[in-house]
């Protein structure tokens, strides 16, 4: 009977242990979520009105200004931050009006010819302009919740993808919390804005769940290439890491198959990956090459590897290092592949930097996918640092308890050991982080509109019929009214190029060119703002919003047709 009491005392221990082990986990991830959350809501947060931002530790920064929001003490800025954000609520609220993917053209309203594949539009906003309107259509969210919130609970879920795919692995927590310091810039876009490249980033999550799994059934296998396909519809870049981060796993993950399929499934994946691929680069290689040279029009911007930091950098290199010469058992294979391709992905960012000149496409494009898969290396140098400082507390203090005569307490070391991995862990964190997160409460967010403007929005939403077809506000703001209502702007913003009309509008607001002649020439019915028309037949029907009388809209309307 005392052996078999003892025999359920320890299985009872081993219960308890692996429970608090469990409920230990469970406590990581959610503070690690909570962290990559709020810091992808920090545009939202509207730190820049602080007093104390730039000069203040941004850890205390970031816990005061939530817990304000949260207490409603701290408004925040509720609407769509980047320019870019507008474009895409324009083209989702299109869809949605117009119930179908062959949508006229928001702002002139003229056809638009689409090839059956085209890189603006299936290829690069295809998946994401439709789900964004099916998702906000089905749920009843507004859009103005779905941008505030959305990026937050999106970048949320990658870093549960990221936990999911190092799992059992003690130290994917960390990994996921790493997650939250891709930085979110007004010219690098990122995690914090609801963009096309920071969407696409949970593509390439989910695939680092399915990589140790692939040569479980076909069925992974046609699931892990259908994820690297779909990638690309949601946009190009996240499609060519999908691709670079399967073609990275696959020798690590064939050297674990075993059978004599193992190489016939090594040759059909492999096949099955790029063979699709020939087949887009021959479909957008002109497209490709005209965005490049769009985007190279930019000028050359460093001050994104600032917000890495230089302890960043040093951890990864030292992380890749230790991934080659001792990978752990659990969490193997995604933590290899990511570090394979976050060379890869270094390399393009450098050969970009240093030999391509004014081509940075991919230079601009390529960060936030490079920090995702480097965290995984990094989260893996930190807790194996953390693993061997504890290990050295817990040798010192043994060797002090033989030394002085002391007696062993059950269960001391262990405990000791959990304890300084985990303090360990929390200083190297803030420490590596710390940079990365003052530059995100730095950032010079857009602030593009206020709450006078949304009211003044609401107002022509609710209030204005049909006849009225064309506004005039300014460019910048224009797009919002446009998604709002549908109506087509006489001058509008357009993201990385000067706005259509701008210098029409100045001639507006210089009052060269605010009567009713100009206007209805223009076929303008609704002006939007702070300045009114010098007209008799505009009507001021609420503070910053000017309407056409009734029967002159309406023939300006018949006059369109």
Do not use: C
């Not at 593509?203 to 990638?231: C, D, K, N, Q, T």
């Not at 190009?236 to 073609?247: E, M, P």
């Not at 230089?310 to 992380?319: I, P, Q, R």
């Amino acid at each position: 009977m005392e052996g078999k009491a003892l025999h359920l005392g320890g299985v009872w221990g081993t219960f308890v242990e692996e429970r608090s082990r469990r409920v230990l986990e469970v406590v990581a991830v959610v503070l690690a979520v909570g962290f990559v959350m709020g810091v992808t809501f920090i545009p939202h947060l509207d730190t820049q009105s602080r007093s104390d931002v730039e000069e203040g530790n941004p850890w205390v920064v970031l816990a005061g200004t939530t817990y304000d929001w949260v207490r409603g003490d701290w408004e925040g800025y509720r609407f769509p931050v980047h320019v870019d954000e507008h474009v895409h609520w324009v083209h989702a609220s299109a869809i949605q009006r117009e119930d179908t993917r062959a949508y006229a053209h928001p702002y002139t309203g003229a056809e638009q010819v689409r090839e059956e594949f085209e890189l603006r539009g299936d290829v690069h906003y295809g998946i994401f302009h439709t789900g964004l309107a099916q998702a906000q259509e089905l749920t009843g969210v507004s859009w103005v919740s779905v941008f505030q919130f959305l990026p937050a609970f999106w970048a949320g879920l990658i870093a549960v993808l990221v936990w999911g795919a190092l799992r059992p692995w003690p130290g994917a927590p960390l990994a996921a919390a790493l997650t939250g310091l891709m930085p979110t810039t007004v010219r690098f876009l990122g995690p914090g804005f609801l963009v096309p490249i920071a969407f696409g980033l949970a593509w390439v999550g989910a695939l680092l769940v399915l990589l140790p799994r692939m040569g479980e059934s076909v069925r992974v296998a046609l699931l892990a290439l259908l994820l690297v396909f779909s990638a690309f519809f949601v946009h190009i870049i996240a499609g060519v890491v999908a691709l670079g981060l399967l073609l990275a796993a696959l020798p690590f993950a064939a050297a674990r198959w075993e059978g004599a399929g193992a190489r016939a499934r090594l040759a059909g994946i492999t096949v099955g990956a790029v063979l699709p691929m020939v087949w887009l680069y021959e479909a957008f290689f002109d497209e490709i090459l005209a965005e490049v040279q769009r985007v190279g029009s930019l000028p050359l911007d460093v001050t994104v590897w600032a917000h890495m930091g230089v302890f960043f950098l040093v951890a990864w290199v030292v992380g890749l290092g230790l991934v080659a010469y001792r990978s752990p058992d659990r969490g193997r294979l995604p933590l290899r592949a990511a570090s394979l391709l976050s060379v890869v992905l270094f390399g393009l960012l450098l050969a970009n930097f240093v030999w391509l000149g004014p081509r940075l496409a991919t230079y601009d494009r390529f960060h936030q996918p490079f920090l995702l898969v480097a965290a995984v290396p990094v989260a893996f140098v930190l807790f194996e640092a953390s693993r061997a400082v504890a290990r050295g507390v817990v040798w010192g203090v043994g060797w002090a308890r033989e030394r002085w005569g002391g007696e062993a307490v059950r269960g001391l070391d262990g405990a000791l050991r959990g304890f300084v991995v985990v303090g360990v862990v929390g200083v190297l964190f803030v420490g590596l982080a710390s940079p990365a997160l003052s530059a995100a409460l730095n950032e010079p967010y857009y602030r593009v509109i206020d709450e006078e403007d949304w009211e003044r929005f609401v107002w022509v939403e609710e209030n204005v019929g049909e006849e009225y077809e064309v506004f005039l506000a300014h460019p910048w703001k224009a797009p919002i009214l446009t998604a709002m209502t549908g109506m087509q702007p006489y001058a509008w913003l357009s993201p990385g190029s000067p706005p259509v009309n701008g210098e029409a509008f100045v001639a507006y607001l210089q009052g060269t060119g605010n009567d009713t002649a100009w206007l209805v020439e223009r076929e303008v019915s609704v002006v939007v703002g702070e300045r009114m028309p010098v007209s008799d037949v505009f009507v001021e029907e609420r503070e910053g919003v000017a309407v056409l009388e009734e029967e002159i809209a309406k023939r300006l309307h018949d006059a369109r047709r």
